[in-house]
T-cell receptor, first 113, second 115 residues
Framework: RKEVEQDPGPFNVPEGATVAFNCTYS??????FFWYRQDCRKEPKLLMS???SGNEDGRFTAQLNRASQYISLLIRDSKLSDSATYLC??????????????FGKGTHLIIQP | NAGVTQTPKFRILKIGQSMTLQCTQD?????MYWYRQDPGMGLKLIYY???????DKGEVPNGYNVSRSTTEDFPLRLELAAPSQTSVYFC??????????????FGNGTRLTVT
């Protein structure tokens, strides 16, 4: 099983719709989870951390399911500007050091007018 | 605040040439990283540093070297460029105080082609 897996997409979604995608991780001891956004030919930028109880930031909601080892990202009322690749990032190292970050390959989202 | 600055933005190298990718950050972060991103692949860690004078190998260190003489700077050296090193390189930094929940701040990237 790959360490961090994402559906590469693309997800083609009409503007205003709700879209959700998941990311599965292989290491049950993983401690930290993040969603990053990467625009075409740009650097990744943190979208949101994912907390155990789930968290929301405006139109974005992130959930963690430790039992099934996946995290999810829900985008409500999608905008054209949400078109990007969404990277799932998991910290798989239980000890010190942020070097244990593992990046998924990303899910490509296209919002259509 | 400039954040993480990488130079150059683009570079074409011939096989066997060498070059240094520069990275500097002004956020006083102790942790710095070099990643490479190949098309359709996740970012792979090349080297990282937890502070000045300390560096360690990541997942794909072969063919690269780094140094960390100051907190601000973390250059990546390619000694004998090979076509397999054609990629987009990102430098990143993060705070030392909350490593597990500290976001990575990325530079704009360097697009390197080796022919």
């Amino acid at each position: 099983r790959k360490e961090v897996e994402q559906d590469p997409g693309p997800f083609n979604v009409p503007e205003g719709a709700t879209v959700a995608f998941n990311c599965t991780y292989s290491n049950s001891a993983s401690q930290s989870f993040f969603w990053y956004r990467q625009d075409c030919r740009k650097e990744p930028k943190l979208l949101m951390s994912v907390y155990s109880s789930g968290n929301e930031d405006g139109r974005f909601t992130a959930q963690l399911n430790r039992a099934s080892q996946y995290i999810s990202l829900l985008i409500r009322d999608s905008k054209l500007s949400d078109s990007a690749t969404y990277l799932c990032v998991v910290n798989m190292k239980s000890g010190g050091g942020a070097d244990g970050l593992t990046f998924g390959k990303g899910t490509h989202l296209i919002i259509q007018p | 605040n400039a954040g993480v600055t990488q130079t150059p933005k683009f570079r074409i190298l011939k096989i066997g040439q060498s070059m240094t990718l520069q990275c500097t950050q002004d956020m006083n972060h102790n942790y710095m990283y070099w990643y490479r991103q190949d098309p359709g692949m996740g970012l792979k860690l090349i080297y990282y540093s937890v502070g000045a004078g300390i560096t360690d190998k990541g997942e794909v260190p072969n063919g690269y070297n780094v140094s960390r003489s100051t907190t601000e700077d973390f250059p990546l050296r390619l000694e004998l460029a090979a076509p397999s090193q054609t990629s987009v390189y990102f430098c990143a930094s993060s705070s030392a105080h909350s490593r597990f929940n500290s976001p990575l701040h990325f530079g704009n990237g360097t697009r390197l082609t080796v022919t």
